[in-house]
C-alpha cells in the first residue's frame, strides 16, 4: 500500500498549513501479522495546492486535497 499525505493546520506555528502522511502496515503479533496505520507530521509549511502537489510526487506519496487547511490555500 502507498502512503497518503493529507495537509492539516501545524501545531506548532498557528495559521500555518503543513501535511501528515499516512501508511498502512503489517505488525507481527504473537497470532499474526496486524494491520496498523503509521501516521507522521511533517512540519514543513506548505505554501499553496500546487506546492502540496509537488511534495506529494517528489516523495511519491498520494495526495488527498480536502478538509479545512486544503481550501485555505491558494492555487498557486
Known amino acids: 500500500m502507498g502512503t ?4 492539516v493546520w501545524s501545531k506548532k506555528e498557528p495559521g500555518q498549513v503543513v501535511y ?5 502496515v503489517a505488525m507481527e503479533k504473537a497470532d ?6 503509521r501516521s ?3 512540519e514543513v509549511p506548505v ?3 500546487a506546492h ?5 510526487a517528489d516523495k511519491g506519496y ?5 478538509g479545512e ?3 485555505s490555500l491558494p492555487e498557486e
Do not use: N, Q
Open 40 to 42: 507522521r507530521r511533517h
Open 62 to 66: 498520494e495526495l488527498f486535497g480536502e
Open 4 to 7: 497518503s499525505m493529507h495537509v
Open 69 to 71: 487547511a486544503w481550501e
Open 20 to 24: 501528515e502522511t499516512y501508511k498502512i
Open 32 to 37: 499474526g501479522p496486524e494491520p496498523a496505520v
Open 47 to 49: 505554501r499553496s495546492r
Open 52 to 56: 502540496a502537489a509537488e511534495i506529494a
